[in-house]
């Protein structure tokens, strides 16, 4: 149990001095124990004429090459006869996992009851540290599949005194709140955006439901989708951020970036572009790379490790909430970055239009976005349409103007280019159901590139 306000206190609050020699220790620990059990790594050293007794610290780290999903994709079945990745013995393996599968093959990752123990231990201070301990009943809207989350969350509850709701998805009864009466909810930002909308469909109104706080896990997200998730529910939102790789973060109550155990998970900022590592501070590229305690055993593990997810490290000072583990800002995905007029933009910026508050007494929160060539050689054509509460009643004017304006700002080649009319945004009204999302099974794309 946590006796206070960290799960684990001893190595959230470390003074940065020892946290660092921790990191170095296990980088060694970690590195030797990748070629002594993986095939891939042993060759990858080989081809590459690394000695492992030579990496000892992070700046020696920096220097190794980096690997991708494609990588583990290269070194699996079916390309390959063995998963070239796996370093434990089958007796040790726990579960088996894979990614979703969204950009490729999925991704196979073994995990020994270690593992579990690690990405629980995780989970537990994200949660201990966002208000979560004995007595909480939480409704977990996360697959129970391949999927590492859901269970690793579980059995963090385990770990704090927290009671799970395992529905696995936010289409579960509203009886679950009224009967069970929750005290919090991890979901995506629209699935929690549809439960507290059917709940005022039927009478309910989520803001005096028995929730306390809501976490939004397993994508990025604009702060203005999070400030209407929290007035809807009229709580507290944190963000955290994991992945099937190992890489979670997590958002204290001061909502000043996402913490990262740097205990068990070593993260780096790469500028592919330049081929080099950046400062804190500048944005690029999350490149990770487990750690291992000395004498501990793992199923997979990554050294430097090309997440293809951006962010930017915030600080390495202590927090103010007293943990001293860095911080950084909300990832995003790189695949929902595109380029127009030579000016780079994400899914968040648009859902950052969408999003605008006053236009929030029209829309339901739900969208679409895709990028077309123009008629014209370089013009490009981006369509966003737009799911209504009532489309009859909606002030198409006011909200494409709120729109344009946040989604424009800080963007000022992309502005030029759209007053000049090489980039056009045209906008699309539908009912309650009607966009093309919903005839898609799995994960929805908020922004396609169709051109």
Known sequence: MSPGPYHNPSIETMDRGELDALIDERIRYTVKYAADNSSFYR???????????????????????IINGSTIREHQSPVTKDFEFKTGEWNDIFTIHETSGTSG??????????????????????????GFGPGDKVVICASYGMNVGAN?????????????????????????????????IVGSVFKLLRLGNNMKEQG?????????????????FAEEARSYLSELWDCDVYNNYGSTEGTMCGECAEFSGLHVSEDMVHLDVYDPGM?????????????????????????????????????????????????????IM?????AETFWVAETPFNRVDVEKGVFQRENMEYLTGEYEAFLYGGDDEGETVMRVSLECLDPSACDKRFVEENFLRA??????????????????????????????????????KRLVDRR
């Open 275 to 327: 081929d080099k590592f950046v400062k804190d501070g500048e944005c690029g590229r999350i490149v990770l790379t487990t750690l291992l305690p000395v004498g501990a055993k793992c199923g997979t593990l990554l050294l430097n490790y090309d997440t293809e997810d951006t962010t930017v490290v915030l600080t390495r000072k202590q927090c103010a909430c007293g943990r001293t583990h860095m911080k």
């Open 105 to 130: 093959t999925p991704k196979a990752f073994f995990l020994t009851w270690e593992d579990w123990e690690r990405y629980a231990e995780k989970y537990a201070r994200y949660f201990v540290s966002q």
């Open 330 to 334: 909300n990832p995003q995905r790189e």
């Open 43 to 65: 060759k990858w050293f080989k081809e590459h004429g690394i000695s492992p007794s030579n990496i000892q610290c992070h700046e020696d780290l920096l220097e190794l090459p």
């Open 407 to 444: 989604f424009l700002r800080y963007k000022k080649r992309l502005e030029n280019a759209y007053h000049d009319g090489t980039f056009k945004v045209i906008f699309n009204y539908t009912a309650p159901g009607g966009l093309e999302l919903y005839q898609i099974k799995g994960r929805p």
């Open 152 to 184: 690793t969350m579980t059995l963090a509850a385990h770990h704090i005194g927290m009671t799970i709701i395992p529905t696995g998805k936010c289409t579960f009864p509203t009886r679950i709140v009224t009967s069970y009466k929750p005290t919090g």
């Open 204 to 220: 309910l109104e989520p803001s005096e439901s028995s929730i306390e706080r809501l976490v939004v896990g397993g994508e990025s």
